[in-house]
């Protein structure tokens, strides 16, 4: 079998706050094959997005710290490696497109300078007219309008679709080998996202990056992702190839997110969302922290005295529920309760 081009084992970040001590990513563990989409799902507070900071050393210290696991690219260890060591990493064999462009672009640089930048920190032989050459390559494999043009602009004269794909070019300027996409598409209209990510799509067959895909978006995951990673209160909760996740979920916390989508197959009048509210990371509930929101626990203590493990579901598939074998089941009774509810057209 292939070898991961990434692994995360066991990782463990923590945030030291007034509060207490918040579990952000709480021994995580998924692999990246080359070539792959690796789709991450989960609520906001779920550790999607510590989870990519932690891979890139960016997670802010204080108040955070990795105080576990390992992360290993090529089997090298981010988290062994020296600050110089990750800097040259990043940007070269990793590349990494954040949810906010205006935030993460320099509003004082022009986008091309920022472009060029990235591309001779990593390619010291590159001349200057070379590095603006290759820029505006870049600009328009992603689809930037005026290429030429855009590339003197700043990120402000820029529209939110523009600086994302900006984003994009800057991600894959060096072609990494893998690319980590964090809710690329935050606060952009419907037809933009679509293009966003027809822009990313093309873009890693570009590079044949691997690509890790962060949203909170299941039909983003549904389109683009070979493999999900569901996340739930810091930990891995289920992990499967998608048709699987969709098709046949194995914790309830993944069937919750199934039932609480709008569908165009039935006219639902009400949606089947998932009660209560995600757990506090500062005091976790003890034993399963999914408990209080299930529908699969029905109280057994079991759930409520032990943490489940990520059991074994199938080849390649896991999922972290002491009664895993029961959730298909439910799926059926989910179905039947919407089934009734639009027939009562309550």
Not at 187 to 202: G, N, P, R, S, Y
Not at 284 to 299: A, I, M, N, Q, Y
């Amino acid at each position: 079998m292939t070898n991961p081009v990434l692994s995360v084992q066991g990782l463990t970040t923590e945030f030291v706050t007034p509060g207490g001590v918040v579990k952000a990513v709480n021994d995580v563990s998924w692999d990246l094959y080359p070539g792959e989409t690796l789709g991450v799902v989960g609520e906001s507070g779920s550790g999607k997005s510590v989870t990519a900071m932690s891979i890139l050393g960016l997670v802010p210290s204080p108040p955070g710290r990795i105080v576990a696991g390992e992360i290993l690219f090529e089997g090298r260890d981010l988290l062994k490696m020296s600050a110089k060591e990750l800097r040259k990493l990043r940007g070269s064999d990793i590349g990494m497109i954040f949810q906010d462009p205006m935030t993460s672009l320099n509003p004082v640089l022009t986008v091309g300078a920022q472009i060029t930048e990235t591309l001779r920190l990593h390619n010291g032989d590159l001349s200057r007219a070379q590095a603006r050459t290759r820029a505006i390559e870049l600009l328009a494999l992603v689809g930037v309008p005026n290429p030429e043009g855009r590339y003197d602009q700043y990120p402000h004269e820029h529209s939110g679709g523009m600086r994302q794909r900006a984003m994009i070019a800057m991600a894959i300027a060096n072609d990494p080998k893998v690319l980590i996409a964090d809710e690329p598409t935050t606060a952009l209209d419907v037809t933009i996202q679509a293009q966003v990510l027809e822009v990313l799509k093309t873009a890693q067959e570009r590079t044949n990056a691997a690509t890790v895909l962060i949203t909170h978006d299941l039909g983003v995951i549904a389109e683009h992702a070979d493999r999900v990673v569901v996340m739930y209160g810091g930990k891995v909760v289920e992990v499967a190839d998608v048709r699987s996740i969709f098709s046949a979920p194995r914790h309830p916390y993944t069937l919750g997110l199934m039932s609480s989508l709008p569908r165009l197959d039935v006219d639902l009048h009400r949606l089947d969302p998932i009660p209560g509210s995600p757990p506090n990371l500062v005091d976790l509930p003890e034993g399963c922290s999914f408990r209080p929101r299930c529908r699969v626990t029905r109280g057994r203590e079991v759930c409520r005295t032990t943490v489940p493990p990520l059991y074994d579901t199938g080849p390649g598939k896991g999922a972290a529920c002491h009664f895993s074998e029961e959730v298909p089941a439910e799926m059926v009774t989910v179905s039947r309760e919407m089934g009734a509810r639009l027939g009562s057209g309550a």
